[in-house]
C-alpha cells in the first residue's frame, strides 16, 4: 500500500454517518470496552492524557444509538463547552505503516475558534503516536504527531521525554491562543490545566454505533487525509483536515 492509500485508510475511519443530531451536552460517551486484541491492548496503553489550557474542552462525537453532536455556534467564546456534563471520549485507529505502527488518536470539540476567537461550530484535535511493535513485551515510542490549526502536524522524532509519563501515555495540551490562534502540541505537567484521561473508543465500536440504523448514509463533505507521515522520513510531517462532522 502506498503512501497515501494509507493516510486515506486512517483518516477516513473517523467519517460520521448522519443517524440523527442532538444536543452537544446530551451524547454520552462510551464507556472504555476492555482491551482484548494486541492492538486495543496498545491504544489503551498508549493513551495521551489532554490537558486543557483554555477553550473547549473534549466532548463524545457520537452515542451507542448512532446520534451525533450537534456542535455549538462560533461564537461567546468557551460559554457551554468548558466541561462536558457526561464525560468525554478519544477515538482511536490504528495500523502499520513501513514497520511502524501508527496509532491516531482524536478527539471531538462543538466549537473551534480563530485567532482566540470562537468562530465556527465543530473542531477535531488529532495526534498519531508512533510504535515499534504492540507485541513487543514493552512497546517503545519512537515519534509523535500532532494537529495544527491549519490541517497541517508537527512530528517530533524522537518523542520529547517531557511528553511522556511512564514511558507511555503521552502528555499533550489544548489551547487558545490570541496570538498564534489554537495551540496543540506536546506539554510538560501543568498543575493549572484541566486534566483529561478520556475513555478510549477504537473504530469499530463507534462505527458500529454510528451504522446501527438503517437507510442512513455516508457524510459526503471532504474527508480529510493525512497527507505525509511517519516521523522517520526526513522533512515530512501528516496533515488531517478535521471538519468531519461539518
Given at each position: 500500500m502506498n503512501l497515501r492509500g494509507f493516510l486515506t485508510i486512517l483518516a477516513a475511519?473517523?467519517?460520521a454517518v448522519d443517524a440523527g443530531k442532538i444536543d452537544h451536552d446530551k451524547v454520552e460517551p462510551f464507556p472504555q470496552p476492555e482491551p482484548v486484541t494486541i492492538s486495543e491492548k496498545a491504544a489503551v496503553k498508549f493513551k495521551p492524557q489532554l490537558n486543557i489550557v483554555s477553550?473547549?474542552?473534549a466532548f463524545p462525537a457520537v452515542n451507542a444509538a448512532g446520534e451525533t453532536s450537534g456542535g455549538l455556534k462560533g461564537n461567546s467564546g468557551n460559554s457551554a463547552c468548558d466541561s462536558a456534563p457526561l464525560g468525554s471520549q478519544v477515538y482511536g485507529r490504528a495500523m502499520w505503516y513501513n514497520d511502524v505502527w501508527a496509532i491516531m488518536y482524536a478527539w471531538y470539540f462543538p466549537k473551534?475558534?480563530?485567532i482566540g476567537v470562537a468562530s465556527r461550530r465543530f473542531d477535531w484535535a488529532s495526534a498519531v503516536v508512533w510504535i515499534d511493535n504492540p507485541d513487543f513485551a514493552t512497546?517503545?515510542?519512537?515519534?509523535?504527531?500532532t494537529s495544527t490549526i491549519d490541517d497541517?502536524?508537527?512530528t517530533k522524532n524522537p518523542a520529547p521525554d517531557f511528553a511522556?509519563?511512564?514511558g507511555t501515555s503521552t502528555l499533550l495540551y489544548h489551547s487558545i491562543n490570541e496570538a498564534a490562534g489554537q495551540l496543540w502540541g506536546f506539554s510538560q505537567p501543568c498543575s493549572s490545566c484541566i486534566a483529561c484521561m478520556q475513555h478510549f473508543v477504537g473504530y469499530l465500536h463507534s462505527l458500529?454505533?454510528?451504522t446501527n440504523k438503517n437507510n442512513h448514509h455516508q457524510h459526503s463533505g471532504e474527508v480529510g487525509k493525512?497527507?505525509?507521515s511517519r516521523p522517520a522520513l526526513r522533512g515530512t510531517t501528516p496533515a488531517l483536515s478535521s471538519q468531519l462532522l461539518g
Open positions: 475511519s473517523f467519517i477553550g473547549c474542552v473551534g475558534f480563530f512497546p517503545k515510542i519512537l515519534g509523535l504527531s497541517d502536524y508537527q511522556i509519563l511512564d458500529a454505533a454510528r493525512l497527507e505525509q
